[in-house]
Structures are given as structure tokens and as C-alpha cells.
């Protein structure tokens, strides 16, 4: 009998809904999504309809050669990473040194994610981290990673689209990003930067896995946001093979339950990312808190409500993916770090073990759909790429939900290898740490290499 079997009973006495049903995916559903997703790449592609915005980059992939020293920054996050990184040929990367800086003051000083900041402000934030990291003098190409929807109109013209994440800093939809960041630079006096490269975080980790292995035709980020890109071959109107930023983030042909539409109908962008809010680490906290929330008015979890634990649960900062991965990590008799949480946080006292053993199904059945739906919108990508599966390939996937929560990253593997069945050994999932940032700097020798 499954974990959820054992528990489902005692459910059921307390009148639960029947959360496995709200949040099963089976494999005929996954492949059902696999081939919608698949048909919205085409809408995209060619007719430039539909829920996928289907991205030119500009980019091909490299070709592993690709030398010299860049600056590259990675932007798309809580916080913003500027890294100096040398490009050694054979598929070797070394980072000489970076830093980090948080895009939100926790003590609440400054936020230039959101309205109360400008793009200006905010691309004059990533110029103060440049000449921190490097001081001002230096002559270096720079390559800028910027995730989110932009619209590439040269290697280093992207105009944004619409901001995600619940990012929504002032006067910077619509523009340029890479001007934004060049005139921050010339304020700042930092002359010498030149940022020669814009690419999509998805772009980047295709590309720096690319860079050691030609056989990385896909690139996934699976963390705060979610997106996948991939290597088209026949791109419209293009001559030459280039990278796809399929926006996947904003597929909308899912079936959504009833927390799946109170959410999206309170976030910032109602109807807009609607799997990425099924999928990703800025989500799956809130959904893990409405699921919760719902479970604890109906009186079927965490029983003697008190006010703290009420307003404890009522607010959206409470719960993020840490949480989860907390939950996910901890283990029986006595899931002890899930308790001690409870308790400080919620005053929730005296658990039960088949409340915590629920808690920890529940947040299972989150994550595990989410791995599902990601890897049915692979299974789409491959689809497209090479449906009878003949060669193969290698999705490059960087971001904290797959490398770091529990159970992740092996939830998509099955999910895939459900789907795909007997072709799946021909397809391989690989982590590319940081691979966001190190693109960039790919990207930025791509940009200034002769022709
Ligand atoms: C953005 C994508 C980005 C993804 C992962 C999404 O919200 O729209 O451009 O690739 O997050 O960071």
C-alpha cells in the first residue's frame, strides 16, 4: 500500500477533498499535454499565435572554442550575480571571482523589483555591483543574462515584453534593456564595459552546456521562474540554426483545480505564466499555503484552529519553496524539523504523525505534478525536434527546484521516461550549475568574435 493509500483513509473520515484526484497527473494526461504543448510551439513558430511566444535569440550554439575573459550578469532572481569568467576552449570554464547582491533590502531600504523603483534605478544597482566587482578602467565585453520575455531584435537589442515573477519595476516595459544597462554604465563611468550580449537565462544554460557537449539541444530552468528553450534547426525567416526561448513559463493548455485558479486570479498577472505558477519555486509556496489554508478551515488539518495559526496562514510570506523543501526533506517517526516549524511559526502545537505524514504527502503531490507537467512540455519539445527519437540529446537544466528540492529532480526523470517509454535512454537530464551565468559569458564571445 502507497504512502498515500495509508493516509487516504483518515482522510477521507475528516471529509477531505480528494487531493490526489485534484493533483494526479497520469501518464495519458502527461502525453496529452506533451502533444498540445508540441502543436503551441507550431502555432508560435509560424504564426506567431498562442500561449507560446516562441523567442528568437539570435544565437546558435557555440562552438566550444569560444576564449578570453568576459564579465557576465545574471539577472532574473532575488538577487542579481556579476561574475568575471574566463572562457579556456575545450568546453573549459573558470570563474575568477564574483559577487551577489539581494534585488530586495530584507530590512525593506530598497526593492527594484518592484513599482516603487525604476528600470533606471535598477540597472544603476547592477552597474554599482560591475565596479564593485571590478572597478572602473577595465576594458571587457559584457554579456548580460535577463530572464524574462524580451524581444531580441540584435545580439545585444532586447526589448521587454512584460515583466514575470511578480517583478514590476517602473519604466522598463518596452525598452531596451541592453541601453538601459549602457547608460548605467556611462553614468557610472565604467566606459571600458561593453555589453555586447543579451540572452535569456534558458539560452544560457543551453549554451554553457553546449560549449562542452554538442549534444545539449535543449535548456530548462526549473527554479524561481520556469522556461525552456532549444536549438531550432529551420527558425522562420533565418538561414541558420538559432535558439528558441519558447517562453514555456506562459502554456496555458493545463488542467487547472480550484487552487490552481484562486491563485492565479490573486497574482499580479491573472491569466498570464499560468504553468509557470503550477510549476515554479515563486508559486508552489503560495499554492502549498492555499491548499493548507483550505485544509484548516474545513477543520481537516492541524485540528483546535487558533487565531495565530489562522493568521499564520493567511499571509503569502509565510510559505516559499524552502518551506516545502523542508517538509520534503524531513523523514518519520518524528518529521522533527516540520514540527519545530509549525511551532515557532504557527504556535501549531502537538501534531499528530498522521498529520505530519499528510503534510508531507500533500506537499508531495504539489511538487510531484509539478515535475509531471515539466516533463510532459519536454516530451512536447522533443516531439518537435525529433519525434521518432533517432538520436540524442541532452536537456540542460539549471535552477534551485531541480537541483536542490528534494525529489525533484527524480519525479521529472520518471515522469519522462513514463512518457517517452522505450526511446527514453535515448534522452538525458543534466544539471548545469550556474549555467544561466556562465552563458552569458558565451554569449558575449559569440558577440565579439570575427565573422
Ligand atoms: C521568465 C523567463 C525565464 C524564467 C526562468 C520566467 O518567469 O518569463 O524568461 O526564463 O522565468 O527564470
Not at 502507497?2 to 483518515?10: A, F, L, Y
Not at 519558447?246 to 498577472?269: M, Q, T, V, W
Not at 519553496?321 to 514540527?339: C, R, W, Y
Not at 518537435?384 to 536542490?404: F, N, Q, T, V
Request: glycine letters at 10%.
Amino acid at each position: 500500500m502507497s504512502e498515500w493509500e495509508t493516509v487516504k483513509g483518515h482522510f477521507l473520515d475528516l471529509g477531505l477533498p480528494d487531493l490526489h484526484s485534484c493533483f494526479n497527473l497520469t501518464v495519458p494526461q502527461m502525453q496529452h499535454i506533451a502533444k498540445k504543448f508540441h502543436q503551441s510551439m507550431l502555432h508560435g513558430l509560424t504564426e506567431q499565435k498562442g500561449s507560446l511566444k516562441m523567442l528568437p535569440s539570435f544565437f546558435n550554439i557555440p562552438t566550444g572554442e569560444e576564449s578570453g575573459v568576459f564579465l557576465s550578469i545574471d539577472f532574473g532572481g532575488t538577487n542579481v550575480r556579476v561574475s568575471l569568467v574566463q572562457l579556456l576552449g575545450q568546453g573549459k570554464i573558470r570563474v575568477l571571482k564574483k559577487i551577489s547582491a539581494f534585488l530586495r533590502d530584507p530590512g525593506g531600504s530598497y526593492d527594484y523589483t518592484a513599482a516603487t523603483a525604476t528600470g533606471r534605478e535598477l540597472f544603476g544597482f547592477l552597474a554599482e555591483q560591475i565596479a564593485e566587482l571590478i572597478g572602473v578602467g577595465e576594458t571587457i565585453p559584457l554579456g548580460l543574462t535577463f530572464s524574462f520575455p524580451t524581444k531580441m531584435q540584435a545580439l545585444n537589442k532586447a526589448v521587454l515584453i512584460g515583466w514575470t515573477k511578480e517583478f514590476n519595476t517602473r519604466a522598463t516595459v518596452g525598452k531596451d534593456v541592453n541601453l538601459l544597462l549602457l547608460d548605467a554604465l556611462q553614468k557610472r563611468g565604467l566606459h571600458g564595459i561593453k555589453p555586447v550580449a543579451v540572452i535569456n537565462d534558458t539560452v544560457g544554460t543551453l549554451m554553457t552546456a553546449a560549449y562542452s557537449n554538442p549534444r545539449a539541444d535543449i535548456g530548462s530552468i526549473c527554479g524561481t521562474g520556469h522556461n525552456t528553450c532549444y536549438l531550432e534547426q529551420q527558425p522562420p525567416q533565418q538561414s541558420n540554426p538559432m535558439i528558441i526561448n519558447i517562453e514555456s513559463g506562459n502554456f496555458n493548455r493545463l488542467p487547472a483545480n480550484e487552487y490552481d485558479r484562486y491563485l492565479d486570479l490573486h497574482s499580479e498577472k491573472p491569466g498570464e505564466q499560468v504553468l509557470e505558477k503550477m510549476v515554479s519555486g515563486r508559486y508552489l509556496g503560495a499554492l502549498m499555503r492555499l491548499v493548507l489554508l483550505d485544509l484548516v478551515r474545513k477543520g481537516c488539518l492541524f485540528q483546535g484552529v487558533s487565531r495565530e495559526m489562522m493568521d499564520f496562514f493567511s499571509q503569502a510570506k509565510n510559505l516559499d519553496a524552502e518551506h516545502i523543501s523542508l517538509v520534503l526533506g524531513d523523514n518519520p517517526p518524528g518529521f522533527g524539523k516540520t514540527a519545530a516549524w509549525l511551532k515557532n511559526a504557527a504556535g501549531i502545537q502537538d501534531l499528530s504523525r498522521s498529520e505530519l505524514q499528510a503534510l508531507k504527502i500533500i506537499v508531495s503531490l504539489l511538487t510531484t505534478r509539478a515535475a509531471r507537467l515539466v516533463a510532459a512540455t519536454y516530451a512536447g519539445v522533443l516531439r518537435h525536434l525529433d519525434p521518432l527519437l533517432k538520436r540524442p540529446h541532452i536537456i540542460a537544466i539549471d535552477g534551485s527546484l531541480y537541483e536542490k528540492m528534494p525529489g525533484f529532480a527524480s519525479c521529472l526523470e520518471k515522469g519522462l521516461d513514463e512518457i517517452l517509454q522505450n526511446s527514453s535512454g535515448q534522452v538525458q537530464l543534466n544539471l548545469v550549475k550556474d549555467g544561466s551565468g556562465a552563458g552569458a559569458a558565451i554569449a558575449a564571445a559569440v558577440a565579439v568574435a570575427p565573422r
